[in-house]
């Protein structure tokens, strides 16, 4: 799947699981040269490690076909690199500075939200690259909604207390979260408008035969063939 939202000048795009689960270069091209960009190769791709922390790499030269240790969000604004995310449930963040050409790629899952990721992004744009949230587009790629994300008792134990226990939903004796809202509520707040954010709206738990779910996998483990599945979400700038 592609986001509407974004500009033909970028590469963006999300793998499905016909492509397979996306843990290596090789299977990444076949499904970025599927949208038809042609002559990406494994050098053009930049992978982070995703250690579940806030962490932000602004990616150099040096950098093209590495896998960044110890960050869960990536940002270029060098063309030919395209910064890849893995995800089975976290939520796929995808911007574009369109002033400034700059992308970026976050990784997030709950524990890298509530530990502030997306503002370390958005701050990161702001200092580095001068960006202003006008001109920021956001994509939000399939992850798993408060219809099916309910909280194992140690984590809500230690929600309970934050100001993260605003994004719990109460029902059947469970206790689920509502990842979106959190993501969507943190861009409005950094003065991004709801005209430059495109929810794909795809819970990756409900079309679990379309996008790899954790949560699914671990409800029935013979679901998926392969033991981890992830697909990816893409985004970087073309030669300009």
């Not at 059947?172 to 929810?199: A, C, H, M, P, S």
Request: proline share 3%.
């Amino acid at each position: 799947m592609q986001f509407k939202i974004f500009p033909k000048e970028i590469v963006q795009g999300v793998s499905e699981t016909s492509f397979g689960s996306i843990k290596n270069p090789n299977r990444a091209i076949k499904f970025l040269k599927f949208l038809g960009y042609k002559k990406i190769k494994a050098k053009n791709l930049i992978w982070a490690e995703q250690i579940f922390n806030n962490k932000i790499h602004i990616c150099q030269k040096k950098d093209g076909g590495k896998k960044i240790k110890g960050v869960d969000g990536l940002i270029s604004n060098l063309p030919n690199q395209i910064l890849v995310i893995l995800s089975a449930d976290c939520v796929p963040i995808l911007i574009y500075d369109r002033e400034n050409k700059v992308v970026a790629a976050l990784h997030g899952a709950r524990e890298c939200l509530t530990k502030g990721i997306l503002k370390n992004a958005l701050k990161e744009l702001r200092e580095k690259f001068n960006s202003k949230s006008k001109n920021l587009l956001v994509g939000i790629g399939p992850h798993i909604r408060a219809c099916h994300y309910w909280l194992r008792e140690k984590i809500y134990q230690k929600l309970k207390k934050t100001k993260f226990k605003k994004y719990f939903l109460e029902k059947n004796r469970r206790v689920y979260f509502d990842l979106t809202k959190l993501v969507i509520d943190q861009l409005l707040k950094f003065g991004i408008k709801k005209g430059q954010i495109e929810d794909c709206k795809i819970c990756t738990y409900c079309c679990a035969k379309r996008f790899f779910s954790y949560r699914k996998k671990k409800d029935d483990p013979k679901f998926y063939p392969e033991k981890k599945p992830r697909f990816a979400s893409f985004i970087g700038l073309l030669k300009s």
